[in-house]
């Protein structure tokens, strides 16, 4: 017998030993997703969706977001616009790529288990599906699923995993102004002893002021402005040590903004935390303080009042 012969027949014998010995070692390694790939039947995503409850793995009481009169809330607060509708895009093109497993002992494999991370999903017609958010797959941007009650686990593509651990103060709104340009007519920015106001004239020119000197606003300046405006969006809520920052400071930063023939005002006050390389701003009609990216609140200010120098 040559060797070419002896080689062939080790392939051949070894192929067998993997194929008898499967039902061994597949308890150990996880195979890859396409091994089962089958033509699944589809998830029933409620097209009219208004209710959707997030209960991460680490958290005991469920997240809620529910839509209400047409606006979305969670725990009676606006929910932030962005993330709702990045969530709502992600469940209705849900669909099975391929079913990876049908065996629970390989739930925590895919990350599948009862204890891991659920989305239930709630239409006004009275249709609900419950998912068992997994693992992120080897596939990019693709994950695991599992519906809450049955054994199949599902390959998906989707970025569900990014929505289910975000707290309350994630979902709900921080967006502090989202004006039109065109309904602006006085703009005032206070700093110590610094106080600029824009104002449109009966030309529609912008007027910056300070001290009695004034000059017309330049394009460039003025989209710079507008830019750091439209909108306006803070990136967390402050904590208990932020809070207290803000309310040491006596001359804060003033801003006010005018808007319409109604004369409607908006007016923020601003403290910069050096510390933590934040500006915490609160507006005049609510309780809350917010924080804003140091670089956000800079051009906010620094475009109003650079406009003299």
Not at 109 to 125: C, F, Q, R, V
Not at 260 to 276: A, C, I, L, R
């Given at each position: 017998?040559?060797?070419?012969?002896?080689?062939?027949?080790?392939?051949?014998?070894?192929?067998?030993?993997?194929?008898?010995?499967?039902?061994?070692?597949?308890?150990?390694?996880?195979?890859?997703?396409?091994?089962?790939?089958?033509?699944?039947?589809?998830?029933?995503?409620?097209?009219?969706?208004?209710?959707?409850?997030?209960?991460?793995?680490?958290?005991?009481?469920?997240?809620?977001?529910?839509?209400?009169?047409?606006?979305?809330?969670?725990?009676?607060?606006?929910?932030?616009?962005?993330?709702?509708?990045?969530?709502?895009?992600?469940?209705?093109?849900?669909?099975?790529?391929?079913?990876?497993?049908?065996?629970?002992?390989?739930?925590?494999?895919?990350?599948?288990?009862?204890?891991?991370?659920?989305?239930?999903?709630?239409?006004?017609?009275?249709?609900?599906?419950?998912?068992?958010?997994?693992?992120?797959?080897?596939?990019?941007?693709?994950?695991?699923?599992?519906?809450?009650?049955?054994?199949?686990?599902?390959?998906?593509?989707?970025?569900?995993?990014?929505?289910?651990?975000?707290?309350?103060?994630?979902?709900?709104?921080?967006?502090?102004?989202?004006?039109?340009?065109?309904?602006?007519?006085?703009?005032?920015?206070?700093?110590?002893?610094?106080?600029?106001?824009?104002?449109?004239?009966?030309?529609?020119?912008?007027?910056?002021?300070?001290?009695?000197?004034?000059?017309?606003?330049?394009?460039?300046?003025?989209?710079?402005?507008?830019?750091?405006?439209?909108?306006?969006?803070?990136?967390?809520?402050?904590?208990?040590?932020?809070?207290?920052?803000?309310?040491?400071?006596?001359?804060?930063?003033?801003?006010?903004?005018?808007?319409?023939?109604?004369?409607?005002?908006?007016?923020?006050?601003?403290?910069?935390?050096?510390?933590?390389?934040?500006?915490?701003?609160?507006?005049?009609?609510?309780?809350?303080?917010?924080?804003?990216p140091l670089s956000v609140g800079n051009v906010l200010i620094d475009s109003s009042l650079t406009?003299?120098?």
């Open positions: 017998m040559n060797n070419n012969t002896i080689s062939i027949l080790g392939g051949i014998f070894f192929l067998l030993l993997v194929v008898v010995s499967q039902p061994y070692w597949s308890k150990y390694i996880q195979m890859p997703t396409l091994l089962r790939q089958q033509d699944a039947e589809e998830l029933n995503i409620p097209d009219d969706i208004y209710k959707i409850s997030v209960n991460a793995s680490e958290v005991e009481e469920a997240v809620v977001l529910e839509k209400v009169d047409g606006n979305w809330l969670v725990t009676g607060f606006d929910v932030d616009t962005e993330q709702i509708n990045l969530l709502l895009e992600d469940l209705k093109s849900l669909h099975i790529d391929s079913t990876v497993s049908n065996n629970p002992d390989k739930f925590d494999t895919y990350g599948a288990s009862d204890s891991a991370s659920k989305l239930k999903i709630e239409g006004e017609a009275g249709t609900a599906l419950e998912l068992i958010v997994g693992k992120t797959a080897p596939q990019i941007g693709s994950i695991y699923i599992r519906p809450v009650g049955v054994n199949e686990v599902y390959l998906v593509q989707s970025n569900l995993h990014n929505f289910v651990d975000k707290r309350i103060e994630d979902w709900r709104d921080k967006t502090l102004i989202d004006t039109d340009q065109d309904s602006l007519v006085n703009i005032s920015v206070k700093k110590g002893w610094q106080t600029v106001v824009l104002s449109k004239n009966e030309n529609d020119q912008w007027l910056a002021t300070r001290n009695g000197e004034e000059r017309v606003v330049g394009e460039v300046a003025l989209d710079r402005l507008f830019d750091s405006l439209s909108p306006l969006r803070a990136t967390l809520f402050a904590n208990q040590d932020q809070v207290k920052l803000y309310n040491r400071q006596i001359n804060p930063v003033t801003i006010e903004l005018i808007q319409g023939d109604d004369q409607d005002t908006q007016s923020f006050t601003m403290v910069e935390n050096k510390t933590e390389s934040n500006w915490l701003i609160k507006p005049s009609s609510s309780d809350e303080i917010y924080v804003l406009l003299f120098e």
